[in-house]
């Protein structure tokens, strides 16, 4: 990217599964006086000791901070941060990324709707001829929790397909694309009748157990649950007692509180739940390249950074 001008030398830091690929993405768009390095456990002390500028995902972050004494911005690759949220150092600025993840998971969700209320799941499946008339989504409700910029493209590219779509959010404040948001203190009426709930709420203290049995109750009878978001928004034992006494038809659940799910685990042989990996919103390096790239030109120039996460807040 010829038009980052850096006169001064900057260190770069990546740390990632996928550090190589970032790092051999960056250097040949970068002048000279940038210095990009993979960091991990093994990286020397005095490697991380001048880097300013840390790229990467925020489990393998965290462990470096301690090591990083002049670090100023840190750019996330991942939509959720709670591991930086969790630990203390504030002394520097967080980036998130945004205007990627949103229609990856709208196709989850429009996806797995279409997979269940469709049947298509059940054809495949099938060995012999076995019709069955399904209504699809046309005449159904959709209720999506969290309303920030991945909750209302999901809410942008489903509207078509469903006859309402509404949202859960702090304060009820309207977004765009959503018939109608509801505040968190809401919650119930927000459930109320939904055919289809999908969860994409971050990880914070204000969204920790917000769907439970009172909410999963008021659902409309065999409503399909998604939870593409964070495992903290969803209390886990009261959505397999909804599945398990059928007031849910079906579950899809991309998070849990550890990840991976161990293999012995009975709910992977649980009917009606499917579990899909944390694989809902893909990370596109890419994408995010050039996420980092567009605001290591602001960072040079002195301008303000896109993407900015409160520390305090979580998002």
């Known amino acids: 990217m010829s038009s980052i001008k850096r006169q001064e030398p900057l260190g770069i830091a990546v740390a990632s599964d996928y550090a190589a690929q970032l790092r051999d993405a960056l250097v040949p768009l970068l002048p000279d006086s940038i210095d990009v390095i993979e960091a991990g456990a093994a990286t020397p002390d005095a490697a991380l000791s001048e880097v300013e500028v840390l790229f990467g995902a925020p489990d393998r972050i965290v462990a470096l901070l301690p090591r990083l004494p002049a670090l100023r911005w840190v750019q996330s690759t991942w939509a959720g941060i709670t591991p930086l949220v969790a630990q203390p150092r504030r002394d520097f600025q967080l980036t998130g990324v945004k205007g990627i993840f949103g229609?990856?998971?709208?196709?989850?969700?429009l996806g797995w709707s279409l997979a269940l209320r469709r049947?298509?799941?059940?054809?495949?499946a099938s060995t012999h001829w076995d019709f069955r008339r399904d209504d699809g989504l046309a005449g159904l409700r959709l209720g999506i929790a969290g309303t920030g910029s991945i909750g209302a493209e999901v809410a942008r590219r489903c509207a078509p397909f469903f006859s309402e779509v509404v949202g859960l959010n702090s304060d009820g404040r309207r977004?765009?694309?959503?018939?109608?948001?509801?505040g968190t203190g809401e919650r119930l009426a927000f459930g109320a009748g939904l055919d289809v709930l999908a969860l994409v709420l971050p990880d914070t203290p204000g969204t920790d157990g917000l769907v439970d049995a009172a909410l999963l109750d008021g659902l409309a009878s065999g409503a399909i649950l998604i939870n593409g978001g964070r495992a903290n928004a969803l209390v886990l034992d009261d959505a397999l007692s909804a599945?398990?006494?059928?007031?849910?038809?079906a579950m899809v659940l991309d998070v849990f509180d550890e990840e991976?799910?161990?293999?012995?685990?009975?709910?992977w042989r649980l009917p009606g739940l499917y579990i899909t990996s944390h694989s809902a919103a893909p990370t596109s390096l890419d994408a995010v390249t050039k996420l980092f790239l567009a605001n290591l030109q602001r960072y040079?120039?002195?301008s303000e950074l896109e993407g900015v996460?409160?520390?305090?807040?979580?998002y």
């Open 103 to 109: 229609a990856y998971m709208a196709e989850y969700v």
């Open 119 to 124: 049947s298509i799941l059940h054809y495949a």
């Open 175 to 182: 977004v765009e694309g959503f018939a109608r948001c509801y």
């Open 243 to 249: 599945l398990e006494g059928n007031r849910l038809s």
């Open 260 to 267: 991976p799910l161990a293999r012995e685990s009975p709910l």
């Open 300 to 302: 040079c120039s002195g």
């Open 309 to 314: 996460i409160d520390l305090e807040r979580g």
